[in-house]
């Protein structure tokens, strides 16, 4: 039966771990694989999920499964994370949710909804965008077509440029946007763009599906909702997918949520069953420990008031390591502007090398990066920032 099936290469991202894994150099910098990492190089457990650990092993009676929609209480932090605790659409009862494994399962369980709705539908993805958007909404039928998003020779978004595609998107398409810290590119939509884009979609009919993997790593809390926020109070149908795995470090939890935003509490009642029926075919029943993590935090003001200061740090600490390697080129390549840098958000920026550029930064200097340059920020220490901004400089020496 197997034997047709050929070996497949290494994901590119973890083939980059793999290869980090093995250099012996002791100055080596992994720049790959996007997780936040402290100080130490590790990425820690929040002391508000430790202590939300302690108190729900203390306090845990079963193992049975959870009910089909997730964790009780999980969906109520979801829907006021997301969307804010007065939102119109929460109080008129627009917010189907259920909980998912990972921003990932929210993802592909919006695709399989989407593909019951509307056979083949048609989602238009930023270029660029995060490569497993394609697998995941591409793998279950739906259609994929692209917009201009990022200028990768000014290193800023291309705004206008997007507004003219999606202009061109016919009603009943959908638009994946990011609501903030864009993966892979760092530019992110001010309040002005969202609320232009919230007008274009009104008019033109097309439906959202945003992605919020990183909600408190931009601007803050409420700021990086904005998008999202708007968009449920200004049209009627909106689909979010939520990751807690960056703001509560919950990786390898597989903490999600899906959020559909329907036109009336009628909808939404019929968007509920679509969405518990599909997951019964996909994982049946959602995890439950990260998502009971999630509730405990939220219920406890304690704990809730001491994760928002650790999220806090660590955006803080990403924004400062931003600006250290602002500050670092300039004075290794004083001919060449990477205030761009600084003034991206969230993990992740491009470096504007060439593939072969990235080559030798691993080759020569063991620094990993993937071949488009994209770096993860928050992969960086203060004290290898001189080293990368050093390397850079001589990669690029003759071009500046």
Request: proline letters at 6%.
């Amino acid at each position: 039966m197997f034997e047709p099936l050929p070996k497949l290469p290494n994901d590119p991202i973890l083939g980059l771990s793999i290869a980090f894994r093995d250099d012996p150099n002791p100055d080596k910098v992994d720049l790959g694989v996007g997780v936040y990492r402290d100080a130490s190089g590790v990425t820690p457990v929040m002391a508000a999920v430790r202590e939300a650990e302690i108190q729900l092993q203390i306090n845990e009676t079963t193992k049975a499964y959870t009910p089909p929609a997730g964790y009780p209480g999980a969906n109520e932090a979801v829907q006021a994370l997301a969307f804010g605790e007065e939102h119109p659409a929460r109080q008129q009862q627009r917010i189907a949710t259920v909980q998912t494994p990972g921003g990932c399962g929210a993802l592909r369980l919006a695709a399989e909804v989407i593909q019951r709705a509307k056979h083949g539908a048609r989602v238009w993805v930023s270029t660029p965008t995060w490569a497993n958007h394609v697998p995941l909404l591409g793998s279950a039928g739906l259609e994929l077509k692209e917009y201009p998003y990022y200028d990768f020779e000014r290193h800023t978004l291309d705004f206008d440029a997007m507004m003219a595609a999606l202009n061109q998107v016919p009603a009943g398409d959908l638009v994946l946007l990011h609501a903030s810290c864009h993966n892979p590119c760092g530019a992110d939509l001010s309040p002005e763009q969202w609320r232009r884009v919230t007008e274009l979609a009104a008019e033109r009919g097309f439906v959202p599906l945003i992605d919020m993997a990183y909600q408190g790593f931009g601007e803050g809390l409420e700021e990086d909702a904005y998008g999202p926020r708007l968009m449920a109070e200004q049209l009627p149908e909106v689909i979010l997918a939520v990751s807690f795995s960056k703001n509560f470090g919950l990786y390898r939890e597989r903490a999600g949520a899906l959020a559909i935003v329907g036109a009336d509490a009628a909808q939404t009642e019929a968007i509920q069953s679509q969405l518990l029926s599909v997951a019964r075919g996909l994982y049946s029943m959602p995890p439950a420990h990260g998502s009971a993590l999630v509730a405990g935090i939220w219920q406890s003001e304690e704990l809730r008031g001491r994760w928002r200061d650790e999220l806090a740090q660590m955006r803080e600490r990403i924004q400062a390591l931003r600006q250290a390697l602002v500050e670092s080129l300039g004075r290794a390549v004083p001919g060449r502007d990477f205030g761009f840098i600084a003034r991206e958000r969230g993990m992740f920026s491009f470096l504007g090398l060439s593939e072969a550029e990235v080559a030798r930064m691993k080759a020569d200097y063991s620094i990993y990066m993937t071949d488009n340059s994209r770096i993860n920020v928050a992969g960086l220490n203060l004290d290898k920032i001189d080293y990368l901004s050093a390397a850079i400089a001589e990669v690029i020496k003759g071009r500046v």
